[in-house]
């Protein structure tokens, strides 16, 4: 079976889509990362992508001014250009419309850190901080018109430890992200995971220890 060619979104520095392409490069993981995009010229991973020898596009934002679908007109163009059949948000900053999420509806995946429906949003881990929380973690799900609302694929969580300050308790939830969107990649390029009514569907998969499925 012909590997799913997969577009990876980045603003900055990448390190969940260098998980991705760190996976892919097994010679049975079902999916290729073929496309990198940044909407900032600047951003680290880009740099990153072009040196493991992946087609990379920078689609600067600040071109389209405040006009977002003519900046995702031209993100389409890109995909379809590179015949992207899944795609992957990885700290990708920018905040999406109807007309291209409704283009992708089950074929676009995205990692939140935060054990969702907690925390949407940003600054997660000093949300979770600030709450008292004593388990966070990381949530990947497929990306809908409400932010951070889509169906769940998978989570995996981490105590939090007295001491803990947003930014250790974020090195520690990026541990467990670089574990499960490649888990819930595959599972969506092998066809084991859908959406139904609203809902995640896993069927046929193993569930590692320490993953979570809603």
Known sequence: ???KRVAVLISGRGSNMTALVEAAKARDYPAEIALVVSNRPDAAGIGYAREAGIATAVIDHTQYGKDREAFERALQAELEKSQIEIVCLAGFLRILTPWLIERWEGRMLNIHPALLPNFKGLHT????????????GATVHFVTVGMDEGPTVCQASVPVLDGDTADTLAARVLTVEHTIYPLAL???AEGKVRVVDGRSILNDAHVPEGVTIP
Do not use: P, Y
């Not at 881990?125 to 966070?136: S, T």
């Open 125 to 136: 881990h000093e949300q979770a901080l600030a709450a008292g929380a004593r388990q966070h």
């Open 1 to 3: 079976m012909a590997r």
């Open 186 to 188: 595959k599972w969506l």
